[in-house]
């Protein structure tokens, strides 16, 4: 015992020499639900750029927005970036965000940002039906996501309804047809679906036949398949375009906090990455995410967004809370 | 140690004696004991706090639906078969590393202690990479047993050891067969093993979230994280939360009932003569599938995935710097919060083994139910209370190894209380007797004597801490990134390739705990 504390007194000393503390007086940290990739590459061509160090902290959009609310004013986080809109909402409806700057505000197309203008869409993905061929002939494809809680598709497809991605989903249907229908169509998701711990466990589940089709955003598909493939070459895309709620179009989000240390550096970070350089990085990454800022044409890969059919829904709107109600109603969580 | 002591009966059950026991305890070590406690209380009461904002009737409809049923029963059924399964695999496993003529004993002995090496969710990752159909409750049993067995394997094998064969000879000749000793004399005195054991798995599979999220089986804990990772102070989580706790206090009191209150130890000079062993005969092919199969599953096949992966990716995969530095950072908070959280555990565990009574199980008894919530609970609860009472704690250093000290502090009260309670009180009251201050007494022979069950706890603490994530992710001070975080980040994008380094990295820093542990089975003392 004695040795191990010795072990660990100079550990302790070696890891307050490298503490990264002094970094933030000069530079500004980011809560980053996004991919740690992506995230890093910003985080890296900024200081390039600017000569303004970003540290980041991980973490997921809802238990994150959580961590920003408990911490309310106290928060050491300049900048929050998150993969969905409703953990955006969140913290903008405990008004911990301030405006972000107009010119930044500019770069982005209203429809991919809240009329308060007090954060910004970073990028965009959309909802995808991926369907195993062996299993589903092109004529049987669902028209509608609704169509999904139909009888004939018992236990037939798949989703991660635990994940913010599908609850994003959800919000744009109950922005879209209302909480009656919402619930309904919940209640089918129940009988029905197969639920995957994530988007990626429930499109391999579609690969190996356990289900024969599944919902989930369109990256996964196009990660899988600049990879290695292997768990989407049996499957094709299916998207559901007439402004059907499963043709939705989710709006990452970026905001800076009112308690930044360092508001201006943290709103040049912010119009880095929704800027031409910091978009660019985003098309030419493995993330397969929408560029969306700076007229920036997303990954050549990907269907041009205005092919789609997406609705229009104002992603202020969309409301986790609501969801999360509906999805405990119907016994899903 | 070397006073001679007049002999004594070999083996001795004793009923509790109560005014008999309380002496071991002192006001300085009951305060420390509730400080601790006071601390363990944090996530408790947030979670009730944040229920006391809804309505009674709100609550009641968010407990009683179907859904939370659902539940329940899916996390007892998983307890009723896996708990069991880990303990007749393990008895079996140590009756044949400890009292027959297996070949390669020492190896299957070494390798029965191994699975603790690789985390339950590289386990559950290797085995849902391989087979990704297996779904459902019987692999989830499958896994748990696979990752968790040698918690109770490890105590079986230390008091196997222990026991003196005179007790077995005696009922021998009294005419019983071999398996009737075994299961008239040799398993009730391996009970306090087995419990402590159970318990500790118990424990460990009602706050278990990756293995079996993974392998598609929603547990209490499982819907817990789920609906914290979607609302805000949802009152649904809390009340499953509170759920959780009226569980614990199940497997509490099935554990106060199976350990009893008889208490076995030897004491005596000398040592007691090696059990002799069972011959296998012509059987021993067949008895040599136990360990083979149990290894192959449980650390064969994710160790080969893993290696695997880590070969498919070649060197480009290695991230060199992050993965020496994520390995520095993992290693410093394993050691320094195994060191804290022991420490923060010696004065409840002296209790438990000493002291017993009523304080003593209510306060023990808070550390279980906190152990038992899941991470994001406990994090998000002290994240609440730094941010508005201890500003300049919250995200440091000291605010992870608190969160580290209230997920892990039952396994180290485990580890440590069984062993404490093996050592006879008689030694310290002799040493007192000669003229020792008490507290020197208590230094220099019962902790010393318990030396190896305090190291068996740290290893176990700084097990859980190489692997632990929710509290690390939101807790620790920016910029820190273990090997647990790496590889979650690498697995939430699939890159399988580059998240094999940090895996086997964990798995290489889990080898000595490993070690420390198999040693204090083996029963090498504290000298």
Not at chain 1, 87 to 111: H, W, Y
Not at chain 2, 234 to 251: D, E, I, K, Q, S
Not at chain 2, 397 to 418: E, K, N
Not at chain 2, 480 to 491: P, Y
Request: aromatic share 10%; proline share 7%.
């Amino acid at each position: 015992m004695i040795r191990l504390r010795l072990a660990t007194l100079a550990l302790l000393s070696t890891m307050t020499s490298w503490a990264p503390a002094a970094a933030q007086d000069l530079g500004i940290t980011v809560y980053s639900a996004q991919h740690a990739g992506l995230t890093q590459k910003w985080a890296d061509a900024f200081l390039e750029d600017s000569g303004i160090p970003v540290t980041i902290r991980k973490g997921s959009d809802i238990l994150m927005a959580n961590q920003i609310l408990q911490e309310g004013e106290h928060s050491p986080a300049d900048v929050f970036l998150t993969e969905n809109s409703p953990a955006m909402t969140m913290v903008d409806r405990a008004g911990l965000f301030a405006p972000v700057n107009p010119e930044t505000l500019a770069a982005v197309p209203q429809e991919f940002r809240p009329a308060s203008g007090n954060w910004t869409g970073i990028a965009a993905r959309t909802t995808i039906f991926v369907y195993n061929t062996d299993m589903v002939g092109e004529k049987d494809l669902p028209k509608s996501m609704l169509d999904l809680a139909a009888p004939e598709w018992k236990g037939r497809w798949g989703a991660a309804p635990a994940g913010a991605d599908f609850q994003a989903i959800v919000s744009a249907l109950l922005q879209l047809r209302g909480s009656d229908e919402t619930a309904t169509w919940l209640a089918g998701l129940k009988q029905n679906a197969i639920a995957y711990r994530g988007n990626f466990e429930a499109m391999r589940g579609a690969n190996v036949g356990e289900v024969a089709g599944s919902l989930i955003y369109n990256y996964y598909y196009f990660g899988d398949q600049a990879g290695t493939g292997e768990s989407s070459d049996k499957l094709k895309v299916h998207y559901f375009r007439n402004g059907d709620p499963g043709a939705f179009v989710s709006i990452s989000g970026g905001g800076v906090l009112k308690s930044s240390h360092n508001p201006e550096a943290a709103q040049a970070f912010l119009a880095f990455i929704t800027g031409p350089e910091g978009q660019a990085i985003l098309r030419d990454g493995k993330t397969f995410e929408y560029a969306i800022g700076s007229g920036i044409k997303p990954n050549a890969a990907l269907p041009p967004l205005d092919t789609l059919g997406y609705p229009k829904v104002d992603p202020s709107l969309l409301n986790a809370q609501d969801v999360v109600r509906l999805m405990t109603e119907a016994g899903v969580m | 140690m070397n006073r001679p002591l007049p002999p004594l009966p070999t083996a001795i059950a004793l009923p509790g004696v109560k005014r008999h026991r309380r002496r071991g305890s002192s006001p300085a070590l009951v305060a420390a004991a509730l400080v601790v406690a006071g601390l363990a209380l944090i996530p408790v009461g947030f979670v009730l706090w944040v229920l006391s904002q809804s309505s009674w009737e709100t609550a009641a409809s968010l407990v009683f639906r179907p859904r939370v049923g659902e539940l329940v029963v899916a996390t007892l059924l998983l307890q009723a078969l896996a708990v069991p399964a880990c303990i007749v695999l393990s008895l079996a496993f140590a009756w044949l590393t400890e009292r027959t003529d297996l070949p390669l004993r020492w190896l299957w002995r070494a390798l029965g202690v191994a699975p603790l090496a690789v985390p339950a969710f590289v386990q559950a990752y290797a085995w849902d990479g391989t087979f990704p159909l297996l779904r459902g409750l019987w692999p989830a049993v499958l896994v748990s047993v696979l990752a968790y067995f040698p918690l109770v394997y490890l105590p079986i094998v230390t008091q196997l050891r222990r026991l003196d064969p005179a007790l077995e000879d005696v009922a021998a000749t009294l005419g019983e067969r071999p398996a009737q000793v075994f299961f008239t004399v040799v398993l009730p005195q391996l009970r306090l093993a087995i419990c402590g054991g159970g318990l500790l798995i118990a424990l460990h599979l009602l706050s278990e979230y990756g293995l079996y999220v993974l392998v598609r089986y929603d547990t209490l804990t499982v819907a817990i994280v789920n609906q914290f990772q979607a609302v805000y102070d949802g009152p649904a989580a809390n009340l499953m939360g509170v759920v959780l706790f009226a569980l614990t206090l199940l497997l509490l009191l099935l554990d106060k009932w199976s350990r009893g209150n008889r208490r076995y130890a030897r004491v005596g000079a000398g040592v007691a003569r090696p059990a002799p062993r069972f011959r296998l005969g012509r059987t021993w092919p067949f008895w040599l599938l136990v360990p083979l199969v149990t290894t192959a599953l449980a650390v064969g096949l994710p160790l080969v995935t893993v290696v695997r992966w880590f070969w498919i990716g070649g060197s480009e995969a290695w991230h060199g710097a992050a993965l020496t530095s994520a390995t520095l950072q993992t290693a410093f908070y394993a050691l320094l919060g195994a060191a804290s959280v022991t420490l923060a555990a010696l004065p409840i565990a002296w209790m438990s083994a000493r002291a017993p009574g009523r304080l003593q199980s209510f306060i023990e008894s808070i550390h279980y139910y906190t152990g038992a919530l899941p991470g994001s609970i406990v994090a998000l609860a002290l994240v609440a209370i730094t941010v508005r009472f201890a500003l300049p704690l919250y995200q440091t250093v000291a605010a992870v190894i608190a969160a580290y000290a209230l997920l892990f502090l039952p396994r180290a009260i485990i580890a440590i209380r069984s062993r404490l309670g093996q050592v006879p009180v008689e030694l310290q009251q002799a040493a007192i007797a000669l003229g020792k201050p008490p507290l020197t007494a208590a230094f220099i022979i019962t902790l010393r004597l318990a030396a190896p069950g305090i190291a068996a706890g740290a290893a176990l603490v700084a097990m859980g801490i190489t692997t632990e994530l929710t509290a690390t992710l939101m807790l620790s001070p920016i910029g820190t990134d273990t090997l647990a975080t790496e590889f979650w980040a690498r697995t939430a994008e699939f890159d399988h390739v580059g998240a094999a380094p940090f895996a086997l990295a964990m798995i290489i820093l889990s080898v000595p705990l490993c070690v420390i542990l198999h040693r204090q089975a083996m029963g090498v003392s504290g000298q």
